[in-house]
């Protein structure tokens, strides 16, 4: 099955995008298209939450 990869609402017009995709068995698979290696991080729907909520902890940090 090919996954269907989602590019980020942040990213601009550019080569340089954060895209992710979910897979089986309830994993999230994150790359970025500037990357010549076309690297894939693969991580758990509980270990992203985290880090999307540490990213905007680091945007705003009056937010808890």
């Not at 601009?12 to 894939?40: F, L, M, R, W, Y």
């Not at 991080?41 to 992203?48: A, D, E, Q, V």
Request: hydrophobic fraction near 30%; glycine fraction near 4%; charged fraction near 15%.
């Amino acid at each position: 099955m090919t996954p269907y990869w989602q590019k980020s609402s942040f990213c601009s017009e550019g080569n340089s995008c954060v895209h992710i995709s979910t897979g089986p068995p309830a994993t999230i698979h994150i790359t970025e298209s500037a990357d010549p290696t076309q690297a894939t991080l693969t991580t758990t729907p509980s270990s992203f939450r985290a880090l999307l909520h540490v990213l905007k902890l680091d945007k705003d940090p009056t937010r808890a």
